[in-house]
């Protein structure tokens, strides 16, 4: 039986039809498959990552003849153990109370610079003061006679330091330092010390030298 026209077309479109979906489907597989790709991979790009280190101080004591002590110099960048500057004067020339203007004296000064990089609050500590006998000497009395308890000193320090105990000398004995101020990065103050040694400070006295550890400390403000 010859197939008419009328089925012919309905066979053609069928075959359109099918050929049509068949691609549509292509498409919307591709489609699915080009969006997969998000779903098996999710990044997260953290474009703004930092760490910072915190200002430090850092002390340099500069003293007479140019002699310097530096914390950056030592190992721990914090401590300097420092025995070449004498803020006292030494032992050189002994105090003689029988000097004119009301005994006698000797002053140093030094040179305290924060060399670090943020700003500091400066303080001066002292230990307790030691009195004993002269290098040579048989007849000094020291337990007795300290001469800790009759040598002065005065600290007074420049700008922008603020220590100034010229108005009070205080004996080795009691003295304990104080707050010297405040100093920025890169600034700098000198403090002079003022040994004294009364006049009429009695003979029991004589023939001894008083010791006393001193301490700087610069701490972060």
Request: negative net charge; aromatic residues 4%; proline residues 4%.
């Amino acid at each position: 039986m010859s197939e008419n026209s009328s089925d012919k077309n309905k066979r053609r479109r069928t075959g359109a039809l099918w050929v049509s979906g068949a691609f549509s489907a292509a498409i919307l597989v591709l489609g699915v498959n080009g969006t997969l790709s998000s779903w098996t991979s999710a990044i997260i790009d953290n474009t703004n990552n930092t760490v910072a280190s915190t200002h430090a101080v850092a002390l340099l004591e500069t003293g007479p003849g140019a002699v310097t002590c530096d914390t950056t110099s030592t190992t721990t960048n914090q401590v300097s153990n420092c025995s070449s500057i004498n803020k006292y004067g030494g032992t050189g020339t002994p105090l003689n109370p029988d000097s004119l203007s009301g005994g006698d004296s000797q002053a140093v000064t030094v040179n305290l610079k924060n060399t670090g990089t943020g700003q500091g609050d400066l303080v001066l500590a002292a230990d307790t003061c030691g009195s004993a006998a002269l290098g040579g000497s048989t007849t000094a009395d020291p337990t007795h006679y300290p001469v800790c308890t009759k040598v002065t000193v005065t600290v007074a320090c420049t700008s922008p330091a603020t220590l100034d105990t010229t108005a009070t000398p205080v004996v080795l004995s009691s003295f304990s330092g104080g707050a010297v101020g405040t100093l920025a990065a890169g600034a700098a103050t000198d403090c002079t010390f003022t040994l004294n040694l009364p006049s009429g400070t009695p003979a029991g006295y004589s023939s001894q030298v008083a010791s006393q550890v001193l301490h700087w400390t610069l701490t972060a403000s």
